[in-house]
């Protein structure tokens, strides 16, 4: 009970270390990004490809108002995991900055500049009182001098740079399948393949649907942002054998609906949201 409260008292504000150097408000907006469906990242040889599970809480929700990916700029992608209101701000932070950096310079601004940008801005908010931490990740892809490049923020502000990660839930998991199978070499199609991959092999579910995930490309030879068609996205998931059948679909809404019973029965008053439904999904997509 002693280590409990003085928990608790170190956690009442951002700008508090505990004895032990933690800032646990940070701690708690990284367990918000692990609430978040997943978003994947993987860096091709011509191209970074993003990827994200945009399943819908409702049969009733439209995919569309599902938002997990995001075009920042003409050759910058950015898919979220976590809170989506933290993360429409954060997309709104680095439009403006890919904008100034064009008004200012006639240029379009680097990948990993950008990325910095961004993380200067979340790290304010891990040492302001009054305020507290966003509670989401992003994934970062884009071209930059015709090389791809591709990071993470995180919400204590620090950027990393990755060949392929993972953010949100069943984020070790899916990691783990992409050591085992990604290749430098990879093409853009084959990464494209490998990301579905692995958002399949974590989902409980037989298959995906073209409304359930995101995916989005910026290619080397063509470096402007694609957000890939649901005419497209199912074509791709036919070729690799991940396509969900009617009869999947069914019996997914109807596990959905009882997982989602079972989670509000096991969480409780921990939820991070306790008004309705569609809250609940602004929350944790």
Do not use: C
């Not at 429409?88 to 064009?102: E, G, S, T």
């Not at 090389?147 to 990660?165: H, I, K, N, V």
Request: no cysteine.
């Amino acid at each position: 009970m002693q280590g409990q409260a003085q928990q608790q008292a170190y956690d009442r504000g951002i700008t508090i270390f505990s004895p032990d150097g933690r800032l646990y408000q940070v701690e708690y907006a990284r367990e918000a990004v692990k609430r978040g469906t997943a978003s994947i990242g993987v860096r091709a040889e011509d191209g970074v490809v993003l990827v994200a599970d945009k399943r819908a809480r409702s049969p009733l929700m439209e995919p569309k108002s599902v938002e997990k990916i995001h075009k920042a700029d003409d050759h910058v992608g950015v898919a979220s995991a976590g809170h989506v209101a933290d993360a429409r701000k954060l997309i709104d932070f680095a439009r403006r900055q890919a904008q100034v950096n064009r008004l200012r310079y006639g240029e379009a601004i680097g990948i990993e500049t950008l990325t910095k940008n961004i993380t200067d801005h979340i790290q304010q908010y891990t040492q302001v009182g009054g305020a507290r931490p966003f509670g989401v990740a992003l994934v970062v892809g884009g071209i930059e001098n015709g090389e791809p490049r591709l990071f993470e923020t995180d919400p204590s502000g620090t950027p990393y740079e990755w060949q392929a990660l993972s953010i949100g839930s069943n984020r070790t998991d899916i990691r783990e399948y992409l050591e085992e199978r990604y290749e430098e070499d990879l093409s853009i199609d084959a990464a494209v393949g490998l990301a579905l991959e692995a958002l399949a092999e974590v989902n409980e579910d037989d298959g995906l649907t073209p409304d359930g995930v995101g995916v989005a490309t910026v290619t080397v030879d063509d470096p402007t942002f694609h957000e890939r068609s649901a005419a497209e996205k199912e074509a791709i998931l036919e070729e690799h054998d991940l396509l969900a059948t009617d009869e999947d679909e069914e019996a997914a809404d109807g596990e959905d609906a009882d997982d989602e019973a079972d989670a509000a029965d096991d969480t409780g008053a921990d939820d991070t949201d306790d008004t309705d439904d569609t809250d609940d999904a602004d929350a944790e997509e």
